[in-house]
């Protein structure tokens, strides 16, 4: 094997992790000795052993004098687990190939140095591009501290969530259907307006065989979502958080909050942005002050607009249909909208796919100097 293949290996091993490894990166290694992998782990999950140790915990024989293929800047400091650069040091590997930097100014350029002074070498930005790709997610969560929002929505070729009745399933095929779960499972949080839950009644879980349920959070900003709904029948299975923005708190807001947190839901109530809605950037900081580096938003299309207007969205993702509907059906993206092609909302193609018969674009959304899009 060559050297990007066992880089290569350690990227695989590390998306093993997705979905558990939150709000921790994802990272692999490989540990090389005489031209064979003598051992390979992954960081499974937060607060547990990372990717590094758990390799060391795999070795088959001595690593002394051997080499380790990293995808990530190994950590030299202790948070929930012992730093890793210990590990190395005391396991005495001679080389550390490392794929991306670890941009947390605890580790940046520190982990190396420190394998640099204990006398091994270091090689940086081996296959970084490949390994970069890997934490999108953690490398805005940890220098934003909010969460990367990726908008998802499924549409036909005319561009409609909908027909003119409303009806919607399916607009995919089942292929689609099944990605759009492990996006679920990738992401710690999935919001929606209190609109698509009237309409849909979703229960907004992952049925991936295995998966990990994300956070719901529920923009409500008048507090409406109905106690019968699923979303609240399983709130206390699935950890949700309804947000709302009443200005002026009465008897009846108090009331509703009452019953949602007895069927066991949280309720934040957080000041409007302009308009009616509830101020979406002091809600992604406050997600990410409880931990939630990333949601997927699904829906729907006012909720979009409004996330787009405000910034807070980092990445598109969008499934569209070999199917036309034509006439007035609904838009992905509601609201006024711009009123020159100039002011739209740029994106810029990071993947295409095709997932059966619908074709899958992810987009990054362009930043503007402001650092909103």
């Known amino acids: 094997m060559t050297e990007e293949e066992y880089m290569r290996r350690a990227i695989e091993l590390a998306r093993q992790g997705e979905g558990w490894c939150h709000p921790n990166p994802m990272v692999g290694a490989v540990i090389v000795r005489d031209g064979k992998i003598i051992g390979e782990g992954y960081h499974r999950k937060c607060g547990e052993l990372h990717a590094e140790r758990n390799a060391f915990q795999s070795l088959r024989e001595s690593a002394e004098g051997a080499v380790l293929y990293v995808t990530l800047e190994p950590c030299c400091h202790v948070g929930r687990t012992p730093p890793c650069t210990e590990a190395i040091i005391g396991h005495k590997i001679r080389k550390v190939v490392i794929g991306s930097r670890d941009p947390n100014p605890k580790v940046h350029g520190k982990g190396a140095e420190l394998l640099r002074r204990a006398g091994i070498e270091v090689v940086e930005d081996f296959l970084r591009e490949e390994c970069d790709a890997l934490n999108d997610v953690f490398f805005h969560y940890i220098t934003k501290r909010r969460p990367y929002v990726k908008l998802k929505y499924a549409m036909t070729a005319d561009g409609k969530i909908a027909t003119r009745t409303g009806a919607s399933k399916w607009i995919t095929g089942e292929e689609a259907r099944e990605e759009v779960q492990r996006m679920r499972h990738a992401c710690m949080g999935i919001m929606v307006g209190s609109g698509t839950v009237r309409k849909d009644d979703p229960m907004l879980n992952c049925r991936l065989p295995g998966g990990r349920d994300p ?14 709904s699923q979303i609240m029948r399983s709130a206390e299975q ?3 958080i309804i947000v709302a923005a009443c200005r002026d708190v009465d ?12 069927a066991g839901a949280e309720v934040w109530n957080l000041p409007k942005q302009a308009g009616e809605g509830v101020d979406l950037n002091l809600l992604m900081e406050k997600l990410g002050e409880i931990e939630i580096d990333s949601v997927l938003l699904e829906g729907g299309g006012i909720l979009a607009d409004s996330a787009l207007r405000a910034g807070i969205v980092s990445e598109v993702d969008v499934f569209t249909a070999p199917k036309i509907f034509g006439g007035r059906g609904k838009s992905p993206v509601e609201g006024e909208g711009v009123d020159l092609p100039s002011e739209a909302v740029m994106l810029t193609p990071k993947e295409v796919k095709m997932f059966g018969p ?16």
């Open 251 to 262: 008897a009846g807001f108090e009331s509703r909050r009452e019953i949602l947190e007895k």
């Open 215 to 228: 956070v719901r959070i529920i923009c409500d900003s008048k507090l409406s979502i109905g106690e019968n």
């Open 358 to 373: 619908d074709l899958f674009v992810r987009y990054s959304v362009r930043q503007t100097a402001e650092g909103s899009q």
């Open 238 to 240: 699935q950890r949700t």
